[in-house]
């Protein structure tokens, strides 16, 4: 029987923080209303002690979507939780999200604090967070760089407080796949107490390995994964949600499951890319445009006798067009033949390859042929198929 993965969405928070990129209400609660049509579990609508604005988008969502927990991110102060306790008030389901600091990075040179008091403090805030909601999720922020032993501490220490959600960060985007999992494992295998909380995964992408390292955690342990659409976020990005989940779903033998309806990924990636003004490369994975277009010839070939050839999704699994024949210069015969055909046109062998020649040098000059230029092409030496 596979294990269930959480789908943990932050585009709403961490996703928002990329400058330029930032929503109003309205817009809000249309990502919100998408993302609980798509299936994710939990959705953090902000972060509510920032702003007024953040404050009454937490609220509105609150109100809109009634299925996925709702989050609400704050530091490990009273003054945050209780703004989140109050921008909660309406969610059906809700989580405060607390946290601080694990790294000595961290430690040393943004707090100005100790081990002892970052656990104490960390501690107090889940205990108080607790007293407002049963759900507790604790953030040990930096834990990518944190001394795992440190770590472990840590962690222990606040389940013990009541937090049932521990996210393991990788803030920076530092840590290579192996490594991740490794922190991960050890976690599962060092603290006394794990079996009262789950793990969860939060990797940023700097080193473009975020959704490996979160692949990585879930099989050594972690159930939840922290991620955004179209893998937008801080810096270089989160996880993209897209990608974890088809990953998932491409490699059964992970023994893993999601709830997500995959069907609804490409339109929310697209909602998403409008709302924000933030496009989505041509060549992302799963969303892209081309994710799904073949150009070269031996590609083409293969994909028109049998599409796993070069695809390992189809399509229609993500909400896709079809796959796509992009007829360019490093394109074959079988490509022209098959496109003409979809047009009304069969061309016996002779005149196939004449036309061909004659395609490579339009393709030469125009760099991508469209239908309308085959047509052009094809004036006066076709034959219509009947």
């Not at 990075?105 to 108080?128: N, P």
């Not at 472990?152 to 049932?164: F, L, P």
């Amino acid at each position: 029987m596979a294990r269930r993965v959480y789908i943990f969405d932050t585009t709403l928070r961490d996703g928002e923080q990329v400058p330029g990129c930032q929503l109003n209400t309205d817009e809000k609660i249309q990502v919100a209303k998408a993302l609980e049509e798509l299936g994710v579990d939990v959705i953090e609508a902000g972060f509510p002690i920032s702003s007024p604005g953040d404050f009454k988008s937490v609220v509105e969502i609150s109100k809109a979507v009634k299925e996925p927990t709702i989050c609400a991110l704050t530091r490990a102060k009273e003054i945050d939780i209780d703004a989140a306790v109050q921008a909660l008030q309406f969610a059906k389901r809700k989580r405060i999200h607390t946290g601080i600091g694990s790294s000595d990075i961290h430690i040393q040179h943004k707090l100005r604090t100790t081990r002892e008091k970052v656990i104490e403090q960390g501690v107090a805030a889940v205990k108080y967070a607790r007293k407002f909601v049963d759900d507790v999720e604790f953030f040990c922020e930096d834990a990518g760089r944190a001394d795992v032993v440190f770590l472990a501490q840590m962690v222990e220490a606040v389940i013990a407080a009541g937090a049932t959600v521990v996210n393991i960060p990788d803030t920076t985007g530092f840590l290579l796949p192996w490594q991740y999992g490794e922190r991960i494992k050890y976690l599962v295998e060092h603290v006394k107490n794990i079996d009262k909380a789950i793990l969860s995964c939060h990797n940023h992408n700097d080193l473009g390995l975020a959704t490996a390292n979160a692949i990585s955690g879930l099989v050594n342990g972690a159930a939840q994964v922290e991620c955004t659409i179209n893998g937008i976020g801080e810096r270089a990005g989160n996880t993209s949600l897209e990608e974890v989940v088809m990953a998932i779903k491409a490699h059964s033998s992970m023994g893993l499951e999601t709830k997500i309806n995959s069907k609804k990924l490409v339109p929310i990636s697209r909602l998403v890319e409008g709302l924000m003004h933030m496009p989505v490369q041509a060549n992302k994975a799963i969303v892209g445009r081309n994710a799904f277009a073949h150009s070269s010839g031996i590609h083409q070939d293969g994909v028109i006798k049998n599409r796993e050839n070069y695809e390992i999704i189809n399509p229609e699994d993500v909400g896709a067009d079809a796959s796509s024949i992009v007829l360019t210069a490093r394109s074959g015969r079988a490509a022209l033949a098959h496109r003409l055909e979809q047009l009304g046109f069969r061309l016996g062998k002779e005149e196939l390859d004449a036309t061909y020649k004659r395609f490579l040098e339009m393709a030469d000059q125009r760099k991508q042929v469209e239908d309308a230029d085959l047509l052009e092409l094809m004036k006066d030496n076709a034959t219509v198929k009947e």
